[in-house]
Structure formats: C-alpha cells, structure tokens
C-alpha cells in the first residue's frame, strides 16, 4: 500500500467538500483542517473546482492530503492532478479516466455499487473502491460484498453521519468519505463536526 493510501487508511475519513463558491470551498477546508479532519476531496460540482484545488495545494499542502472527486472523465483526471490533487475519485468507473491515473501512479477510487462494478475496478487496477451511495445498501454490504471478494478495499461514501460511522468502520470500511454531515452549518460549526467525528474514530482506535 502506498503511502496516500496508508494515509486514507489509517486517518479513517475523508471530508467531501461541495460548495457554491472557491471562497467557501477554501473556508470549509480550513474549518476541516481545524477540527482534525485532514484529508480533503473537492468536487468537481464545485465552480472552478480545479482553481480551488489549486488555491488549497498552494496554501495547505503541508497541513492536508488534497484529492478531487466527481471525476467523470480522464480530461478532468488529468486537470485535477495538475493542479494538485494527490487522489481521485469518482460516483463510477471511467477506464479512461483510470488509465490515466496509473499513467501518472495517482490513486483512483472509483465509485460501485454491485460486485460486477467492483470486479471491473479490481481487474482495472484499483485498489480501493467508493461504495457510492452508501445509504441504500448498509454497512453489512461490506461485508456481503467482501465475502467473495475479501480482497476488495472499501471506502463507503453517501449517509454517512455521526450516528453511523463506526458502523460503518467495523463493518470493514478502511476509511469514510463525509459530505453533508461534516458540513452543516457555518465555519466554527463545521469544524466543531470535524472534531466530533475524529473523536468518535479515535475513541473506537482506542477501544480496540
């Protein structure tokens, strides 16, 4: 496992980060950061999304691991990881869009939700998959799914909230991608959510 990888994994969530301008996307990050949420996806539903990419690398680089999701195609690959992005995700599979990412050695996480899509990942050359969306399949999904597949790696995306996440952790998630339960609310509230959520993971490292 390579090191953004051994990162995601062991950091165990992933802030997802939507918003209506670069100013905010820049803020909620910072507000992630803050409350110990260091690993960043900015979507591409964000405007000039690989602008903020590139605005957050320059001024957070040595703070958080940056990646960008809602990648549909290799052309937007390609503009994320020039702009620094150090991960990629996607809702689906784009074997375009994952050839290029092994071109450049970049982590591609695309998203699946049946055994076949998740095979198609494998065989492609992806070693970790997003369970999107996750809120209509469950936790024991991983599990279900892991059974014929217990090589799989699972990063389930989509309902994930405080009341769940551990959940979703035991089940056999190696990490967690957060969206609108991480950020409800204003700057302070989103990263008093962080803080919340790093203590829950945390409290259940300790716990084992």
Same mark, same amino acid.
């Given at each position: ?103 450049? %050695?970049? &982590? ?8 076949? !899509?998740?095979?198609?990942? $494998? #065989? /492609? ?58 950020? %409800?609310? &204003? ?8 803080? !919340?959520?790093?203590?829950? $993971? #945390? /409290? ?5």
């Amino acid at each position: 496992m390579d090191a953004i990888l051994q990162r995601i994994t062991e950091t165990k969530i992933i802030g997802v980060i939507r918003a209506e301008t670069p100013e905010e996307a820049l803020e909620i990050s910072e507000a992630c950061y803050e409350g110990g949420v260091d690993i960043i996806e900015i979507t591409y539903s964000v405007p000039h999304a690989s602008d903020v990419i590139n605005e957050i690398d320059k001024k957070m680089s040595d703070k958080i691991l940056l990646g960008a999701g809602t990648v549909l195609d290799s052309e937007t690959a390609k503009n994320a990881i020039e702009a620094g992005a150090k991960f990629i995700v996607a809702p689906t599979f784009s074997k375009s869009a994952c050839f290029l990412c092994n071109r450049y %050695k970049i &982590d591609y996480i695309p998203g699946i939700m049946t055994p076949n !899509e998740a095979l198609l990942a $494998i #065989e /492609n050359g992806c070693r970790v998959v997003k369970l999107f969306p996750a809120k209509f399949l469950g936790p024991s999904y991983i599990k279900a799914l892991k059974g014929p597949m217990p090589q799989i790696d699972i990063i389930p995306t989509g309902g994930i909230n405080k009341e769940n996440v551990i959940e979703w952790i035991n089940a056999g998630a190696i990490a967690v991608g957060v969206g609108s339960a991480l950020l %409800k609310g &204003d700057k302070e509230q989103v990263t008093k959510n962080a803080l !919340e959520f790093t203590e829950l $993971i #945390e /409290n259940r490292k300790i716990d084992r």
